[in-house]
């Protein structure tokens, strides 16, 4: 029975902590779309650099790197290993490495602040980004 009552206490701390520390967005943002759950890894510059599908695709976005308010649309590209479409040209991927399997990518924030839905669009390669996901927030 304490060790019950242990594991009631913290598991009621951890779910605390959540409504009590800030939220800075790297890491902590999770949106689970149509195809798989995306998260917020990290800022580099001005760039948000997003997982998805277990860190086996990366988007970049320009400018919406530190930017957890008023937040609106913004473009950028994915990239990953294998596509239905090798591109012609290559695109740096999240580690360096070059890619020939990327695309566009614009997306645009529903909800202007944290935690925030949005719609995002994917083309291949450089065509018209046309493929819709939507993410909404997983919070904990």
């Known amino acids: 029975m ?12 951890t779910i605390l902590s959540f409504g009590i520390f800030p939220n800075n967005g790297n890491a902590d943002e999770i949106w689970t779309t149509e195809e798989y759950n995306v998260i917020y890894q990290e800022d580099r510059n001005n760039t ?3 997982t998805y599908n277990n860190g086996l695709g990366t988007i970049f976005i ?8 008023n937040r609106e649309s913004y473009n950028g590209y994915w990239v990953q290993k294998s596509s239905s479409l090798r591109c012609d ?3 740096e991927g999240a ?7 990327w695309g566009r ?36």
């Open 95 to 101: 580690n360096g490495q070059p890619s020939y399997y």
């Open 48 to 50: 948000a650099i997003w």
């Open 105 to 140: 990518f614009e997306i645009t924030f529903i909800d202007s602040d944290f935690p925030s839905r949005w719609q995002g669009k994917f083309g291949l390669c450089d065509r018209q980004p046309v493929i819709i996901l939507n993410g909404i927030p997983l919070i904990p």
């Open 62 to 69: 320009d400018g919406l790197a530190g930017n957890f308010t």
């Open 2 to 13: 304490k060790n019950l009552k242990n594991k009631f206490f913290f598991l009621t701390l």
């Open 89 to 91: 040209t290559y695109r």
